[in-house]
């Protein structure tokens, strides 16, 4: 199987989907000419012409909005947030249209839509341009959110994605764009709401996604040199999610740890923690752990940066302490 | 020189040629009156408490819906904020199913989840029903968006209020709209007031068409005072929007009577100002049209009303009778199982 980065597997789910259906398009800042802001976009516009693939001058409101109001008609808009941390001022677009037109229409209408672009924080970039959105948007009904972290899982998730009838929050990784996976060469889709299980073990769940799996991972291998053998579940999607693949993890293990990118504060990793103390509490041995960022702004500094992210050594500390080895 | 297009002119008792067909004249009538009769029976349901929620009425500016109608072609989409009633009543949706979705009924235009605020009805080309100032004003330009993708032929009809034009969305929608040189008009319902803040302390300019060129686009600003002349003049904006694929603003300036909202008692505004715009009230002028100009009597014009009034009338009883929502029904059209 040829190895490829994820943006090209981003880029090959679009142009893929494109070719398929005259119906998708791309919006967004300077996806066409420029190619990307990350060049996830790269050719698109040789490709597809400023018909399908659209530059759209400052205004995520007003593109993410024609999104919305194309999606209606039965367009499928792809909308690139150069990163999602400037869908903060999209936001009314994204919660009061595209999550409620299905519903508060009574179903005379339904906005299938995609906005991706890269998510959570890059290096070094500061407070306002570091930030999670996931729980932003999971916290929604009526909206899909998807975090990827392998060009396997993006180009079957996107492209599953674009073809989906909801609108559904696609989140990206600065970081991990040229991080290259296997990507077979014949047509595949990943469905929405499975979780997959990146490394197995018995010993400790980790639960992650995202930017948070490369990290779970490494962490994983941290903890197995020391004879702890943990099962890493990405999650793939955070709504809906695949509550029973964390159970069935839960309930074999007995331990868990949620790592993520993001604050810790009302998010995502909570909700994963509310879940498994509803459902599988007589399951538990230790109480559930969360490594994440700390609950501040993320400082620019290199040396402050780090401290606030999680790492793999934050990781396998957690890992350690609800298995009882420290 | 004054007249009756004019905002300035003092001379409201002038039945010019806008009101010469009296087949039209009668129509038009009917149709304004269908949508007052309409708002005021659900001010009497509200004020009994059978409607609760915000009610926003739309007596006054009942002719820039019918007007609206009258330029229509197929193809076309009315996208509206929150005061949307004579929309959906001038482009054809079933006054009961209106009435009952006010009295959050099963049988409600969206099955009584939206409420006042929330019109939809695609099949008469009603695209909404906003909610949040200005955000409909991207989502119309995506509409129009889709035409000029699609080819489709239509020009969607973005109505907005005067209290929109401060907010971001707009800008934005208005932006896109001109740089993609999308078939889409934006009407501005300029009624002098945002809430409790008149024009003055919410917009920097009078003439809010000033703006237009700075978007690219085309423009026309008149006082609403008869179907015909705004079904004229907007007709003429649409034209142009189809046939060059080119956004444009249109200022519609029009009054509206009663509050805000249903506990607005608008105390902001004297009884001068309000009798004054009353004058040059469309259904008023129309009614007089009829009876002064056309020869129809009082009696006639009574009968007439009564009609409207049955019609009115049996959507509240259809209203009240109505099923509430199932529980189960809370749980439908969140996401479409894919
Ligand atoms: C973003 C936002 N801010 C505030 C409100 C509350 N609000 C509802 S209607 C309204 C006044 C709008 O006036 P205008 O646009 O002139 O429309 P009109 O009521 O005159 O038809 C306000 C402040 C809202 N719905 N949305
Ligand atoms: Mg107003």
């Known amino acids: ?326 | 020189m004054t007249t009756p297009t004019d905002p300035t002119s003092a001379d409201p008792g002038n039945f010019d040629a806008y009101f010469q067909s009296r087949e039209d004249t009668l129509r038009w009538y009917r149709e304004m009156l269908r949508i007052r009769r309409f708002e005021e029976l659900a001010a009497r349901s509200y004020t009994r408490g059978k409607i609760s929620g915000f009610l926003h009425l739309y007596i006054g500016q009942e002719a820039i819906a019918v007007a609206t109608k009258e330029v229509l072609q197929p193809a076309d989409r009315v996208v509206s904020a929150y005061r949307t009633h004579g929309f959906a009543l001038a482009l054809g949706s079933d006054p009961r199913a209106c009435m009952a979705e006010l009295y959050g009924k099963a049988t409600g235009l969206v099955a009584g989840v939206g409420g006042s605020m929330h019109f939809f009805d695609r099949a008469h080309q009603l695209w909404g029903g906003y909610a949040i100032v200005g955000n409909h004003s991207p989502v119309a330009a995506g509409h129009a968006f889709a035409s000029k993708y699609l080819k489709d032929g239509g020009v969607t009809l973005c109505f907005l209020g005067d209290g929109a034009l401060a907010i971001g969305p707009t800008h934005e929608g208005w932006t896109l709209a001109g740089l993609w040189k999308l078939p889409i008009v934006y009407v501005v319902e300029n009624n002098r007031y945002s809430m409790g803040t008149p024009l003055s302390r919410s917009v920097p300019v009078d003439d809010i068409t000033l703006k237009a060129p700075g978007y690219g686009m085309i423009s026309d600003r008149f006082r609403v005072t008869s179907v015909a002349e705004t079904a004229e003049r907007l007709g003429a904006i649409v034209k142009r929007a189809r046939e060059e694929s080119k956004p444009a603003l249109v200022e519609l300036i029009t009054y509206r009577f009663r509050g805000h909202s249903m506990s607005d008692p608008g105390k902001y505004r004297g009884k001068e100002e309000v009798e004054e715009w009353r004058r040059w009230d469309p259904l008023e002028r129309t009614y007089r049209a009829l009876h002064e100009h056309h020869g129809l009597s009082e009696d006639e014009l009574e009968a007439l009303d009564a009609e409207v009034v049955d019609e009115m009338e049996a959507a509240v009883e259809f209203a009240e009778e109505s099923p509430v929502p199932e529980p189960e029904a809370r749980f439908r059209n969140i996401t479409i199982e894919s």
């Open chain 1, 1 to 326: 199987m040829p190895e490829i980065q994820i943006r090209h597997a981003i880029r090959d789910a679009m142009r893929e989907e494109m070719e398929r259906d005259d119906r998708v398009f791309l919006v967004g800042e300077e996806v066409g000419y420029y190619n990307g802001a990350y060049k996830c976009s790269e050719g698109l516009l040789d490709l597809f012409g400023e018909r399908r693939v659209i530059d759209a001058p400052i205004a995520e409101t007003g593109f993410a909005g024609v999104g919305i109001g194309a999606a209606m008609c039965g367009l499928r808009p792809i909308v690139e947030f150069m990163t999602f941390n400037f869908s903060a001022v999209a936001f009314d677009q994204i919660l009061n249209n595209a999550a409620k037109i299905h519903h508060m229409t009574n179903g005379q209408f339904s906005v299938p839509i995609v906005f991706r672009g890269p998510n959570a924080a890059a290096h070094m970039l500061g407070s306002t341009h570091s930030q999670a959105f996931e729980p932003f948007y999971a916290h929604v009904p009526g909206l899909i959110v998807i975090a990827v972290a392998t060009a396997y899982d993006a180009k079957g998730l996107l492209k599953s994605a674009i073809r989906d009838p909801n609108p559904v929050v696609f989140l990206e990784s600065e970081l991990m764009y040229s991080v290259k996976g296997e990507v077979p060469e014949e047509e595949y889709l990943i469905p929405i709401g499975v979780a997959d299980t990146k490394r197995a073990g018995d010993d400790v769940t980790v639960i992650t996604w995202g930017q948070g799996v490369p990290v779970a991972l490494k962490a994983a291998e941290l903890a197995a040199a020391e004879g702890i053998e943990c099962d890493v579940i990405d999650l793939r999607t955070l709504r809906p999610l695949d509550t029973e693949a964390v159970l069935e993890s839960v309930r074999r293990t007995n331990r868990a740890v949620v790592l993520f990118h993001g604050w810790p504060y009302g998010g995502v990793g909570g909700e994963i923690i509310a879940r498994i103390q509803e459902m599988a509490f007589d399951h538990l041995d230790a109480p559930v752990l969360r490594v994440c960022y700390e609950d501040v702004p993320m400082p620019y500094a290199e040396n402050l940066e780090h401290l606030v992210l999680p790492t793999p050594e934050r990781g396998l500390e957690a890992i350690r302490e609800v298995a009882y080895r420290r």
